[in-house]
């Protein structure tokens, strides 16, 4: 059974820095591509930065370019989200994806508040 378990968010000022992990299980992590998609309140799913399977490509949503950082590491079995002068704007769930574009898995998600 995929599992992926989301942590780090919590409440932050605007400016401030959160790292995000996901620890997935129940599958062979280093052969998939891994996604992070978040969800504000009230509003839709966005894609928010990708990565593949050996870390050799990247891609980032505009509103987060230059200040997400995405990686992995497939010894650890955990993906990471480094996102820095985040934004009130950036207040939403942050879900780790398996595979997004083809038989995805989501994990539960993990809560990001930015506000004074």
């Known amino acids: 059974e995929v599992q992926l378990v989301e942590s780090g968010g919590g409440l932050v000022q605007p400016g401030g820095s959160l790292r995000l992990s996901c620890a997935a299980s129940?599958?062979?992590?280093?052969?998939?591509?891994m996604s992070w998609v978040r969800q504000a309140p009230g509003k839709g799913l966005e894609w928010v930065s990708g990565?593949?399977?050996?870390?050799?490509?990247?891609d980032y949503a505009d509103p987060v370019k230059g200040r997400f950082t995405i990686s992995r590491d497939n010894a650890k079995n955990t993906l990471v989200l480094q996102m820095n002068s985040l934004k009130p704007e950036d207040t939403a769930v942050y879900y780790c994806?398996?595979?997004?574009?083809?038989?995805?898995?989501w994990g539960k998600g993990t809560l990001v508040t930015v506000s004074s």
């Open positions: 994806v398996k595979s997004l574009s083809g038989d995805p898995e």
């Open positions: 129940g599958y062979t992590f280093s052969s998939y591509g």
């Open positions: 990565i593949n399977s050996g870390s050799t490509s990247t």
